[in-house]
């Protein structure tokens, strides 16, 4: 089993909707949690810490839930910009883990 | 500053060209990382680096070695090469070895 889990999509939903990521993790002693986001040929950037009590920045919602062992991202009101692939993030034994990551394509 | 900055954003070299790739961070991050990532996949670790001391190989073949001459920067020596190992390459440092990551831009690598 892979040790992050993530829905490679594509999703492709049109711009102003609601659009939610899951990611499933194996290893219930990891402690630390990204949501990162990669435009085409270009580096992972980091968009957003993931914790138990959530975490919200603008119109980005991420979650953790360490009973079930997923972590979510939530993006409202999407916008052309939002275009990217997302990955999230498990860092397990000083290694950072990336899932597959979920391609999303926004739409006029 | 949250800049990690590669050097040289594109090579391309033959197979039995040697050649290094340069990662810069002044962030005083005590972590440095080198990843793999093939078209429409995901980085994949290669090293990880602590305290300046080789912590993680993630069993990378030997034609590449990694280099740690002081805590800003980070080598990767190339040496004969294969096709299948031309990938972007990305740097990345974290404060701690839990922390989040920040990644450079990249060197592009083609082996011809």
């Known amino acids: 089993r892979k040790e992050v889990e993530q829905d490679p999509g594509p999703f492709n939903v049109p711009e102003g909707a609601t659009v939610a990521f899951n990611c499933t993790y194996s290893n219930s002693a990891s402690q630390s949690f990204f949501w990162y986001r990669q435009d085409c040929r270009k580096e992972p950037k980091l968009l957003m810490s993931v914790y138990s009590s959530g975490n919200e920045d603008g119109r980005f919602t991420a979650q953790l839930n360490r009973a079930s062992q997923y972590i979510s991202l939530l993006i409202r009101d999407s916008k052309l910009s939002d275009s990217a692939t997302y990955l999230c993030?498990?860092?397990?034994?000083?290694?950072?883990?990336f899932g597959s990551g979920t391609r999303l394509s926004i739409r006029p | 500053d949250t800049e990690v900055t590669q050097t040289p954003k594109h090579l391309v070299m033959g197979m039995t060209n040697k050649k290094s790739l340069k990662c810069e961070q002044h962030?005083?991050?005590?972590?440095m990382y080198w990843y793999k990532q093939k078209a429409k996949k995901p980085p994949e670790l290669m090293f990880v680096?602590?305290?300046?001391?080789?912590?993680i190989n993630e069993s990378v073949p030997s034609r590449f070695s990694p280099e740690c001459p002081n805590s800003s920067l980070l080598n990767l020596h190339l040496h004969a090469l294969q096709p299948e190992d031309s990938a972007l390459y990305l740097c990345a440092s974290s404060r701690d070895s839990d922390g989040e990551a920040f990644f450079g831009q990249g060197t592009r690598l083609t082996v011809v």
């Open positions: 680096y602590s305290y300046e001391k080789l912590s």
């Open positions: 993030v498990m860092i397990d034994a000083s290694k950072i883990i």
């Open positions: 962030m005083g991050h005590r972590a």
